[in-house]
């Protein structure tokens, strides 16, 4: 009996200490970070950078007040059509200003145009945009600046009163529907186009710029492409 009492006792001391050494791999166990607010992004993923600026759209809508799906400025891919190159006549069009007004790209035959397609949502379009201000302020009388809001559902009352209250005062049509912005090939925002004063394309630009780089294509265009 005496031999069995002490078997037992050691067996209950073995099961003391595994229980033991159990608790505490518990608790010296590493545990998974937990996200930040909303979730952090995964390594090496950056968040959308920057705010919008005054005046961007309201809340609840889809413009420059938000960073939906694509604000890194990214549109859905047009059908296949072929693509404005530089050397080829600029497609013409005509689209509403922000006022309902018609305005035709061959409204502007015999002067330097640079056409601008960016949507209110896109965080790059509204970084470019102090820059397009800057060209305008010191632009010459040959040159045209014609945005064109493509793939945003933001309406034209939106967009007018976000260029109004940043001080954008070149001209604006709006691309219901994208059919321009298909028509042009626009896969990324914003997109530039610089046609020269015979309505042939002689630069394209996809992402924002500097005044600088806009003068410099601005000059290539105005010496037909030979600069």
């Not at 002490?6 to 595994?18: C, D, E, N, S, T």
């Not at 159990?22 to 952090?40: K, T, Y």
């Not at 302020?137 to 040159?143: E, K, N, Y």
Request: net charge negative; hydrophobic share 35%.
């Amino acid at each position: 009996m005496d031999s069995r009492r002490r078997i037992a006792l050691v067996a209950g001391l073995l099961l003391v200490v595994a229980g033991l050494a159990a608790g505490i791999a518990v608790l010296n166990r590493d545990e998974p970070a937990a996200p930040g607010p909303g979730g952090s992004p995964p390594s090496g993923q950056a968040s959308p950078p920057g705010t919008p600026g005054a005046g961007a759209p309201g809340a609840g809508t889809p413009g420059a007040g938000q960073n939906p799906p694509g604000s890194s400025g990214q549109v859905p891919a047009p059908p296949e059509e072929p693509v404005v190159a530089p050397g080829t006549p600029a497609p013409d069009f005509t689209l509403r200003d922000l006022e309902g007004r018609p305005v035709s790209l061959s409204n502007f035959r015999g002067k330097v145009v640079f056409l601008n397609f960016w949507a209110s949502w896109c965080y790059p379009c509204r970084q470019e945009m102090p820059e397009i201000r800057k060209l305008v302020d010191r632009m010459p009388g040959d040159v045209v600046v014609l945005g064109v809001t493509t793939s945003d559902r933001a309406s034209p009352q939106e967009i007018k009163a976000y260029v109004e209250e940043n001080g954008y005062d070149w001209i604006f049509v709006y691309d219901e529907g994208s059919r321009v912005g298909r028509q042009y090939r626009i896969v990324y925002l914003p997109t530039s186009y610089f046609i020269d004063p015979d309505g042939v394309v002689r630069a394209r630009h996809i992402g924002p710029m500097t005044a600088e780089q806009m003068e410099r294509y601005i000059q290539h265009a105005r010496a037909g492409g030979d600069s």
